[in-house]
């Protein structure tokens, strides 16, 4: 199961991260804001968002402004509206930079690396994060200095976690908690040391490290009650993380209290990202209790949230891509310029198009080739590897274990590859000797000798394999979003699985699933 999503997870709402401020500024519009952040938009957004809008109107100072307008930004994020976030984060960063603000230009650029890095921008959202350590060299006051940097060693945790570098974005986030627990004595002191502690939990249970998962958890919880009495949605995510260690563990009823609990935030809190995870969670509870009717209403669910999250993030894609063609239409100076853009640009389609039908007929071969492949595995008796090898120095001195033994473990391996539970997430050699009951070291060389690959690559080539025969038999896999059919087939990532995918079968999972889709247009038109 996955718990953080290739952009995208659960992650507390960055925009808060980034968005705090020492007490400069009157205690009126600090409770506003607050309380308009903690609990206002946990319940109602459209209500915080008009409340946002109101202190943006009433704003005497700049300060006031760029806060107003975060918030804003915030509330559009949460409403799955990235354009609209953006954008008004980007109107912050006008006056901040207009105004020589440094503390703020350094948190807005954080800002929106986090929103890059939740849309898979990695390299974009690198920039805008170096960009707000340019600024923060400007700040004078030591603590606020501090607490950005903090914020950035948060960022750069995320980061790690999103390329699965774990025990690296444990470091980071203790970086972090030291720098904030250095701060002054305050409320956002807590909340930043709270939340601290969820992304420690959230990194401890991606290592499987159960018990100290949760002891993160609890203490962020415990600290977040010192913050907020409310339904808060960074409460969500505690609770939420809790629980999938309560699953981890078999701990069923425990569970379910703290899924309630997320499920019950996450309705009224927007951020569909978080709402996703709660219902993946779910749906794996209830496969756990065998509840099969309440787990087909939580994955159809997180499908849905998953593909209208994938749409708000191509509509964005199209206007930034509307957006810079219009900018590049405005620096054309001359009907000169006009005419050699357009001739390199024809040269420019013209060279595409070619290495791209070049590519398609490629595609093309290697995906017949495959399932013809896959055809002939399935109507033998044989492994459902795609290059299984029968092995080689089969004489009596190269033998590490009796014949008999290893003609034994070859059957339970036969066996082992017409069920599924080499789709099971993190299956170890360790696991699958305890489940065949073979000895570790017997069942290893059995598969290096007789499968020609290690345990990881063969394991990874047998869920590759039957995702395969799953896309191309059932269309509903069709419109999946590729993370979603990672998770099916047991892997952790996007990016793993893609990797894999590429080098069993020679095409990306998209050109793969573009070729299914050819093929069926094909035979209709047939």
């Given amino acids: 199961m996955n718990y953080l999503k290739n952009g995208l997870t659960a992650l507390l709402s960055p925009l808060f991260l980034f968005a705090q401020t020492k007490q400069k ?56 509206n990235r354009d ?48 707000g350590l340019e600024a923060s060299e400007n700040i004078q006051d030591p603590n606020t200095s501090k607490q950005f940097r903090g914020q950035v060693y948060q960022e750069k945790g995320y980061y790690a976690l999103n390329m699965m570098e774990y025990d690296q ?41 159960l018990d100290s998962a949760r002891h993160h958890y609890e203490k962020g919880l415990q600290m977040s009650a010192e913050t907020s009495d409310g339904k808060t949605v960074f409460k969500g995510f505690i ?30 809190a927007g951020l569909p990202d978080f709402k996703a995870d709660v219902y993946q969670s779910l749906a794996t509870y209830s496969k756990a209790t065998g509840d099969i009717d309440q787990y087909t ?65 490629q595609d093309q071969k ?12 399935s109507d033998s008796t044989h492994s459902a590897s795609l290059d299984i090898s029968t092995g080689s120095g089969n004489s009596d001195q190269d033998r590490l274990m009796p014949k008999e033994t290893e003609l034994h473990i070859l059957d339970q391996l036969d066996t082992f590859e017409k069920g599924q539970l080499f789709l099971q997430p993190n299956l170890t050699l360790a696991q699958l000797a305890v489940e065949l009951e073979v000895n570790t070291k017997y069942l290893s060389h059995t598969i290096n000798r007789h499968k020609g690959k290690d345990f990881n690559n063969y394991i990874n080539e047998l869920r590759i394999v039957h995702i395969v025969g799953v896309i191309e038999k059932n269309p509903k896999y069709l419109s999946y979003k590729i993370g979603y059919i990672a998770s099916e087939c047991g ?13 069993v079968t020679g095409l990306t999972p998209s050109s793969f699933i573009d070729q299914v889709k050819k093929e069926r247009k094909n035979l209709k038109r047939v």
């Fill in 169 to 209: 974005a444990v470091n980071h986030f203790k970086t972090a908690r030291a720098l904030f627990e250095s701060l002054p004595k305050s409320k956002n002191r807590i909340l930043f040391l709270s939340q601290t502690e969820e992304q420690l939990g959230k990194s401890f249970l991606k290592l499987r490290q």
């Fill in 491 to 503: 892997f952790s990532s996007h990016s793993k699985f893609a990797t894999v995918f590429k080098n």
């Fill in 297 to 361: 209403h939580f994955n159809d669910l997180y499908v849905a949230v998953v593909k209208n999250t994938a749409v708000s993030n191509q509509q964005y894609s199209d206007n930034v891509v509307t957006k810079v063609k219009q900018e590049l239409e405005q620096s054309v100076a001359t009907k000169k310029m006009l005419l050699s853009g357009g001739i390199i640009a024809l040269v420019l389609v013209i060279g595409i198009s070619i290495l791209y039908v070049k590519r398609q007929r």
């Fill in 84 to 131: 609209s976030s953006i954008y008004y984060a980007k109107v912050a960063e006008d006056i901040a930079h207009n105004a020589n603000i440094f503390d703020w230009q350094a948190r807005i650029s954080g800002v929106l690396s986090t929103q890059y890095r939740n849309m898979g921008l990695y390299k974009q959202g690198s920039l805008y994060l170096k960009k």
């Fill in 239 to 268: 609770h939420l993380g809790l629980a999938n260690v309560n699953l981890a563990q078999n701990e069923l009823q425990q569970a379910k209290n703290h899924l309630d609990k997320a499920l019950d935030i996450s309705e009224t």
């Fill in 25 to 80: 500024t009157t205690e009126a519009f600090d409770s506003i804001f607050y309380h308009t952040y903690m609990e206002t938009a946990t319940t109602d957004l459209d209500k915080a968002l008009h409340t946002a809008d109101s202190l943006y109107q009433n704003s005497k100072t700049d300060i006031h402004k760029i806060r107003s307008l975060m918030l804003i930004s915030d509330m559009y994020h949460r409403k799955s």
């Fill in 366 to 377: 290697r995906y017949r080739s495959l399932i013809a492949n896959l055809k002939r595995k």
